[in-house]
């Protein structure tokens, strides 16, 4: 080990399950609960979910470091402002600080983490603890197996090409879990009624205050960002 | 609410993470804390992976009911064990016990949580508490992004039909769990190696005492049961 890394702190990226607090994870809590720096992702809203969600569980003398990621902005903007949340993130390491990054659902799963753990590994350790991810929670949500037996599960970024979206809609029964639906309800729908899939759900505000599922027919074309869609394709579903 | 239905507990599916006690959510633990009857499957050798995980966690006064599951059996022999296992539940739901099933990764997620759901939901409430599932458990413990962007990620069962498993490999780049792997390394190598895809790990044992994570091509023909093998076919994979 060199003189740097005897310094080092670790970059640990906390999954906090997608909504509720009480799924964060014992091992979130409990690294969240030492860290000496506890840091988030901002929108360009200013909104910052992942620091509400973990509100009950914030340690009380950690240095708190919200980071702006303009979230849906060009590449280059969003590039720049990774680099400069590493930055501020890596002269923490640097001064032997643990820093925690608060993480929707998994941190490995579509997160912002992996961005920033990419930037960060060189030169210090990066750690993820894995949460409970939104396919999971929104099975629960719905009192509904998500798969059983020899089911296949796909997860499907709903802002993915719509010919692939299509083609994996087809290719045969499975659960599909459309993520980030919110402006793309009408489009997952279309695709669903093609393939004669009609046992399907829209979940909004999973897990928070205002949770609300309906059947897919009947949710709103414009929902919230972070609404999910699921259909049951398989065998089983009635 | 009807005479019978005041007295009635509620049967909980606690998800309890793939094999790390402490990847247990906070509100299984709660809920796990209370419980008046604890229970979980037992398989033919006596195993009983469920319970060893959350040992840290269980509460002291709580009746401990393990059930026997002939996981494998003849479909009757195991249709016979999860209506007798049902039954025992049910007697304690309609005393007013509230009884909590241990369930490894998350209770929906192809568990045997749902068979026990569907029996005791008819007259009892039934409730899942989501658990961290095996992919995102394994994509941490690899340190590498499950899915980014609009990567798609299929969940498939090693024991599939194979022809059903070489359509989905063949139909684009994503990101692919192999679930309950360990008969089956032989059979996933070759698809893969078909499909000429390279970036793919075998993870036995995951969370637990022994953990072991191998390039799919050093992977053991007869790995654990519960081995899972992940392929990195999004066009971000080294």
Not at 131 to 150: D, F, I, K, N
Not at 210 to 237: D, H, M, N, Q, W
């Amino acid at each position: 080990m060199g003189v740097g890394e005897a310094m080092s702190g670790t970059f640990y990226g906390l999954g906090l399950g997608p909504g509720d607090a009480e799924l964060i994870t014992v091992k979130s809590w409990r690294l969240l609960s030492t860290a000496d720096v506890v840091c988030w992702p901002v929108g360009p809203s200013g909104a910052a979910l992942a620091r509400q969600i973990a509100d009950p569980f914030m340690p009380d003398n950690a240095i708190e470091l919200p980071l702006p990621v303009p979230f849906g902005a060009a590449p280059a903007d969003l590039d720049a402002a990774y680099a400069d949340a590493a930055h501020r993130i890596a002269r923490h390491l640097s001064d032997g600080r643990e820093v925690a990054y608060l993480c929707l659902g998994d941190p490995l799963t579509y997160g912002s983490f992996a961005l920033l753990a990419a930037r960060l590994a060189i030169a210090h350790r990066v750690v993820a603890i894995p949460g409970v991810s939104t396919a999971q929670a929104a099975a629960a949500a719905l009192s509904r197996p998500l798969a059983q037996g020899t089911d296949i599960i796909k997860v499907l970024p709903a802002n993915a090409d719509p010919d692939r979206l299509q083609a994996e809609i087809a290719a045969g029964d499975a659960t599909l879990v459309f993520l980030k639906a919110g402006r793309h309800i009408g489009l997952i729908r279309r695709l669903l009624n093609e393939a004669g899939i009609r046992d399907a759900f829209a979940v909004a505000h999973l897990g928070q205050d205002g949770e609300r599922i309906v059947a897919l027919k009947e949710a709103e074309l414009r929902s919230p960002y972070f609404s999910t869609v699921i259909a049951f394709a398989g065998s089983r579903a009635p």
